[in-house]
Every structure is written in C-alpha cells, then in structure tokens.
C-alpha cells in the first residue's frame, strides 16, 4: 500500500515553533497503530501556507501525483489542514477520491456514514467562518490601532529610515539611518533641478555609486517614482494608501502570468492620518516633486502620437523575451528591443544583440499576412481539422491519459492474478474477496478518472462547431481592407494580434480569432490567459510563422 501525509501551517511563527513536526509526530504514532511502516510514508508538507488558498507548492505535488494513481492513502491530521473553506475541503477530497485515494483524518476519522459527513460539512463551516472571523477582527483592530497612531503600516521601514528594534511598529521609534537619509534628500533635490528625469536621476546615483536598497547597483525607474511620492519623506505616515485589486493585464506575453493581484493607489481623502516622523524634506519640496511627476507624465512615450506605428506596444525580441519600443531617429522608423537601452531601462547587464527592426516592412509584412488570413479562412479551417483529427492535444493532456491507461492495465493485470492465486489455494475465499474489493475500487476511481480525461479530450476536438462563427468573422472583417485607413488598421491589429515575436530573420504572428460577438469587444492582451492553461472554446490562436508555414493552434477561454 502506497501511502501519503499531508502537513501545512499558516504562518512563520507556527513553523518556528515546530507544529509541523507535531503533525508529523501523530501521523506517526497513527501509521504504528495500523502497523504501516513510516519510512515508506511519502510527506509533502507547506511551511507558511495560508489554507485559504489552493495554491501550495506542497498540495499540488500531491494532487499531481495522485492524479497518476500512485497512493492509495492520503493521512491528515484535520480537515482544516487540508483547507479552510469547507468548498475547497469538498473539491479536494473528492479530487484525491476519483484518484483511488482514500482521505483519512486522523484526529477526526470520517466514514461514509452520512452523520460522519455532515459532521465534516460542520466542521468544515466552523472552520471557515472561523478564519473569517479571525480576519475581520484583526483588520477592524489594525484600522483602530492606525487612526490611534499607535501603530506603523509597515513592518520594512522606507529607504533613510530605521525602527526601533525593541518595538518595530510603533511610530515614535521611527529614526533617520545615516547616510541613506543624505541621499533621499539628494534624490529629491536632483530631480527638481531643470531638464532632469527619472531616468537622469538613475544615471546619476549610478555615477555616484549609490546602491539601492537591495543593493544593486542600477536603481529602477519605478522604485525611484515610488519614493519621490512617498510622503512619509515630509514627515507624515499614513495608512491605507493602496488596496490589493485582481490583476488585469498579463505582465508579459512571453512569460508566464505569476501573481494574479496587484495593488492600486487609494484617493488621498482615504488615507489614515499615522503620526508623524523625522522629516527628509519639505512639505513645499515634495509638492513641487509631486507637480513634476504629474506633468512629466504627459511626456511618456506611450503617450507619443507624433508618429504612427501599426504594431505599437505588440512587437517583441525573440532573443531576450523583452517587449521593442518604437523609434524614429533621422527619418528611419525602427522597432528597438529594450535589451538595447542599457541596464537601467532593461534591468539586465548585458545588452540585447537583437537586430534594428525596420517599421516599414514589418508593419506591411504583419498587415498582408492579416489580410491573408482574413481573405483566406481555410487556413484556420484546416488547423481545427488538424485539431479535431486529434493532431493536437495538448501535452500534458496526453501524458495524464498515457498514465490512467497504464495505471486501468495494471489494475486488470492484478485481479487476474489474485483469480488465478486463489484458484492455486493460494489463500481461502476471505482473504481473496478482501484483496479483490480492494483492487476493485481503486479500478472504479481509475475508471472515473479515465471518464474525465476522455471528456477533456472530446473538448479539445469538438471545434467544428466554431467553424462557422469564425468564417462569418472572416467575412465581415474582409469588407473594406483594401480602403481602411490607419487608425481602422491599427482597431483591426490590436483585436486580431496578440504578438509578434521577431527573432533575427524570423517573425512569429500570434493571433487571435474570436468565435462569437462578444468576444469583439475586449483586446486580448487585457486577459490573464495563461497559454498552459487556457481553457475552450471562446478564442482561437494561431501561432504562425508568416514566412513559411503554419505551425500550431490554440483555444482560448477569455474568463480567466
């Protein structure tokens, strides 16, 4: 028997006071007592993890492993281990269930019985309500411990200050940390002298040898914005200055989408009044910052219209992964990978050695191969044939299936020769109906699992139906090509384009055709769709190498 224990704490404190030993200690004295050996107990464990989330490196190595059918057992010592929400503990232990693992808990030990499972949904509740609790009465005391300026809103002091080590929040031990304070106050009065930026500003400390606060040796632009708006530079702490929002845009769309929430800047009239602190620089002098930043604002590049570019902000370098900027220097048009300007703009040392790439000809070369694949649909048509044929599943998909074929094999294999054992008097008819019920109902999860996987599968090549809303598409965008002018081509390149990836001679078109009305109305480049886990069918994207072939595509749910 294949066995697997699952420990979790939430918090620091509880990993440095051992609790998860603890844990570990009664899942021991639990396998002695069943005389399963511990040495062959697999443990995945999470050291800091919030059981509100189901995003743990721990739990979804077990998940994953028992997706392959490798346990028979997983032991935990209590449901609220497992989850917190009484919703996540239900999804969970029917997830491991369907993968013939049987979910024990040790100080609460659950049958099939229905008393026993409403008393899991009980406890399930209680718990989450809870943990609701918990957190709603420590916000409502932090709010009252912030408007009482007896408590700092931060636990990592701004650069040029330091706390009171005896007692890190409270705001009357907050001290000026020489020489960091000598050079905020340096910061501040650099960029309020003429014709000098963010960007002067970090050449500047640059050359003077300035390290940041994590001890680089380049600063970031918008570590250097975040402090010359900071106003506890004046003197004055305040709370509740930003709120954590769900994350909006992909970061990259060469890189994977990472956290999914972001924060965002509260109105001034919310923010709470802390106390004041030591003071860098004057009320009057950060004003006069906070004026320069506003109007420096209107002077971004992504507010340069002066020039047109077809495929602004959706050109990217091959080489290094990062996004290309657009530029005219001496009559010349260029799309210039950001590899290029230099650590301070790129965050990297080394320099990018991605060609100059002319605007011209890749804004006609982008523009004809749209305009093909618009005049042409049977170039979609043929992929989703290609798809529906099975010619694509994705990877992942097929290595699950590959495994439950396998694991059902296996099965099967086992209750032949436990038939041909007992035949043998092997062992009497007691011992073979207990092994075989055994073997029969991890088949039954097997079986469901394999009922799930082929489902998954007819979803991936039931696309014919999407066909005909794509050619409508097709038909309607075709109208009016030739006559578009720039700002109806650049309308049709952001709806229809992803990305392009130029790769020295090489140019990579992503787009992405939408299969229904509503899906015309939002760019893709706004949604958090990762492309390893996208779902069907509200999107088709073709990744194509516009110089000689067709080379795979792609569903897309616009949702997530």
């Known amino acids: ?64 492993q028992v997706g392959r059918a490798i346990f028979d057992r997983v032991l935990i010592t209590a449901p609220d281990r497992l989850a917190r929400k009484y919703v996540h503990q239900v999804l969970l232990v029917e997830e491991l269930e369907r993968g013939g693992c049987q979910v024990e808990f040790v100080e609460h030990p659950m049958s099939q019985d229905p008393h026993d499972q409403l008393l899991l ?79 002067q500003l970090a050449k500047h400390l640059h050359q003077l040898g300035i390290p940041t606060p994590n001890g680089k040796s380049y600063w970031s632009l918008t570590t250097l914005r975040d402090m010359l708006r900071n106003p506890v530079y004046a003197g004055t702490v305040y709370a509740g200055r ?17 956290r999914r929430s972001s924060t965002q800047e509260t109105p001034s009239q919310e923010w709470i009044v802390v106390g004041q602190v030591p003071a860098i620089v004057s009320q009057e002098q950060f004003d006069w910052v ?54 301070i703009r790129s965050r990297r040392e080394e320099c990018c050695h991605a060609r100059f790439i002319p605007v011209e000809q890749l804004d006609t070369l982008v523009w004809q191969d749209l305009c093909e694949v618009l005049q042409h649909p049977v170039v979609i048509e043929q992929a989703l044939q290609r798809a529906q044929a099975g010619a694509w599943l994705p990877q992942e998909l097929q ?36 092994r075989r019920q055994d073997v029969e109902q991890r088949l039954v999860a097997v079986e469901m699992q394999a009922s799930q996987i082929e489902a998954s599968v007819q979803q991936h090549m039931e696309l014919a139906s999407i066909t005909g809303s794509i050619n409508e598409f097709c038909q309607r965008m075709n109208r009016g090509l030739s006559q578009a002018t720039f700002e109806q081509k650049r309308q049709l390149v952001e709806l229809l384009v992803d990305r392009v ?18 899906n015309e109305q939002v760019r893709f480049c706004h949604l958090l769709t990762d492309y390893s886990g996208a779902k069907w069918p509200v999107r088709v994207m073709i990744f194509r190498f516009c110089s000689y072939f067709l080379l795979v595509i792609a569903i897309f749910d616009c949702s997530t």
């Not at 609701?132 to 650069?159: C, D, H, N, V």
């Not at 570019?309 to 992964?321: E, K, Q, T």
């Not at 990836?501 to 509503?518: A, G, H």
Request: glycine share 6%; hydrophobic share 35%.
């Open 1 to 64: 028997m294949n066995i697997a224990a699952y420990v979790r704490v939430s918090g620091q404190r509880q990993v440095q006071t051992q609790t998860i030993e603890q844990q570990l200690e009664r899942l021991q004295i639990y396998c002695q007592c069943k005389n399963w050996f511990w040495e062959d107990v697999q443990i995945f464990r999470d050291d800091g993890y919030s059981g509100a989330s189901l995003k743990r490196p721990g739990l979804d190595r077990l998940r994953d």
């Open 501 to 518: 990836v130029v790769t020295m001679d090489e140019v990579e078109i992503r787009y992405v055709i939408p299969t229904s009305p509503r």
């Open 399 to 434: 290595a699950r299936r590959t495994q439950v074929r396998k694991a059902r094999n296996t099965l099967c294999g086992q209750l032949e020769r436990l038939t041909e054992a007992y035949l043998a008097d092997a062992f009497p008819l007691g011992e073979y109906k207990r």
């Open 290 to 343: 906070q004026a320069k930043l506003a109007d420096n604002l209107h002077f971004a590049r992504r507010n340069n219209t002066s020039h047109q570019y077809l495929l602004r902000a959706l050109v990217s370098c091959g080489l290094c992964h990062l996004s290309c900027l657009a530029r005219t220097s001496s009559g010349h048009a260029y799309y210039v990978c950001r590899g290029k300007q230099g650590p």
């Open 121 to 199: 949904q009980i406890r399930g509740a209680v718990a989450e309500y809870e943990r609701t609790l918990i957190a709603e009465r420590m916000r409502r005391g932090r709010l009252q411990k912030f408007r009482a300026g007896t408590m700092l809103p931060w636990s990592r002091p701004p650069y040029g200050y330091r706390l009171d080590p005896d007692h890190p929040r409270d705001p009357s031990g907050v001290r000026l940390q020489e020489p960091e304070a000598i050079h905020v106050a340096e910061i501040f009065a650099y960029y309020l002298e003429e014709g000098h930026g963010l960007e």
């Open 242 to 258: 930003e709120r954590v929002v769900a994350k909006h845009r992909r970061f990259s769309p060469l890189q994977p989408i990472g």
